[in-house]
């Protein structure tokens, strides 16, 4: 059984859950995700792995409400069980590939926006444990919507900035990743951005005028997780691949942007999808 452990909203219809799951936290690495399902009718949602914990067996997870579905797993409360929980899918973030003196000599720069804060958060704490501190810039629409924040402070130098002005940097991570570069004089020779594909893509191309590698993790639709639909399919540098299995990180000056986001928009006004369509959902209340 997939017990819910615990349950805290981050943000308004944000909720951070820790599942009890041992097979899926002994095998977890930071970059991969799993696929959960409330019920033997629900839908296949794909979710991050946030944080894990192999002596204990749990994961955690965290879930934005932007539809039926997600809106769903957000109404159950600890004691809930979801009837399916699979991973870990994906492959690893590479940074698990190098040594620590490998790690030692790179300057990381991790950029995250929304709740992008969650799956950036695992990395940065494996960074931490091996002796290195990255630092980080995290995104939000206003002060109110920021995510992990305490947390990542524990582990990393953490620049804030909000596109009201009402926390730390008034503006956009774009803006944010260029006055750390131009006017503070930061060198970074490795980026990786996680959020909404429209911010990956202009972070990815701020990223490029500086020549610095950047890597993006897409969270695009998946249906199976494991290659089969092809529901995840995306171009990188004129090929094409699948965010389930080769993936979900990329380099993100290669991604085509306008495609994966046309996809993305296919799905929207479905009635499974569209929150707006079943609001008795008691999680509103």
């Known amino acids: 059984m997939f017990n819910i452990l615990t349950k805290r909203e981050l943000a ?133 919507l920021f995510t992990y924040v305490d947390e990542m402070k524990q582990v990393g130098r953490v620049h804030l900035c909000t596109d009201d002005g009402s926390e730390g940097f008034h503006g956009m991570v774009t803006g944010l990743i260029e006055q750390l570069i131009e006017k503070e004089g930061r060198e970074f020779d ?9 911010m990956m893509k202009f972070a990815s191309l701020t990223t490029k005028k500086y020549n610095l590698p950047t890597v993006v993790s897409l969270n695009a639709l998946m249906v199976d997780g494991t290659g089969m639909c092809g529901a995840c399919r995306v171009t990188v540098d004129g090929q094409t691949r699948f965010t389930c299995v080769d993936g979900p990180e990329f380099d993100g000056h290669l991604v085509d942007y306008d495609e994966a986001m046309r ?16 609001q008795n959902c008691k999680c509103h209340g």
């Open 263 to 278: 996809r993305q928009n296919m799905y929207r006004g479905n009635p499974k999808t569209d929150i707006t369509k079943h």
């Open 190 to 198: 490795r980026c990786v951005v996680i959020g909404p594909m429209i």
């Open 12 to 144: 308004p219809s944000i909720f951070e859950m820790r599942v009890h799951a041992p097979r899926v936290a002994a095998s977890a690495q930071p970059g991969q995700f799993l696929i959960v399902r409330t019920d033997e009718e629900g839908e296949r949602i794909p979710l991050t792995i946030c944080d894990f914990n192999r002596e204990e067996g749990w994961v955690t997870i965290v879930t934005q409400i932007v539809g039926y579905s997600s809106g769903r797993i957000c109404a159950m409360e600890p004691g809930d069980a979801f009837a399916d929980l699979t991973g870990p899918l994906g492959r690893p973030s590479d940074i698990l590939e190098m040594s620590d003196e490998e790690l030692r000599i790179h300057k990381f720069l991790f950029v995250a926006g929304g709740v992008g804060t969650a799956p950036v958060y695992p990395q940065v704490k494996w960074l931490h444990e091996h002796g290195v501190e990255a630092d980080v810039i995290i995104g939000a629409k206003t002060k109110g």
